[in-house]
């Protein structure tokens, strides 16, 4: 059965970092493009970053500059950095991978920035 597992969140302080992590099962991890998405309260679920099987990377908007992420093939685990973060990053941040035509979710992690 294939799985996400999202980690990582909470709240942090405007220019802060995050580390959020997503642990996978279920699938032939290195071989698949994985991303990141996100959506805030009354927004529609938006995309953030991606990465590819070569590690090749692919930045949104606000994301890029600020953002990293990252893939381990031994653990089945991608991740995503993000460096100083603002209010506006305030979200539920959910990982994908597009396999067998369907796109499947984690649960979401909250990430919330306030002072």
């Known amino acids: 059965q294939l799985q996400l597992v999202e980690s990582g969140g909470g709240l942090v302080q405007p220019g802060g970092s995050m580390r959020l992590s997503c642990a996978t099962s279920?699938?032939?991890?290195?071989?698949?493009?994985l991303g990141w998405f996100r959506q805030a309260p009354g927004k529609e679920r938006e995309g953030v970053s991606c990465i590819n099987s070569l590690g090749g990377t692919n930045y949104v908007g606000s994301a890029k500059g600020r953002f990293t992420i990252s893939r381990d093939n031994a653990r089945n685990t991608v991740y995503l950095l993000m460096n100083s973060l603002k209010p506006e990053d305030t979200a539920v941040y959910y990982c994908?991978?597009?396999?067998?035509?369907?796109?499947?979710w984690g649960q979401g992690t909250q990430v919330t920035v306030s002072s």
């Open positions: 994908t991978v597009l396999f067998s035509g369907v796109h499947h």
């Open positions: 279920g699938f032939p991890f290195a071989r698949y493009a």
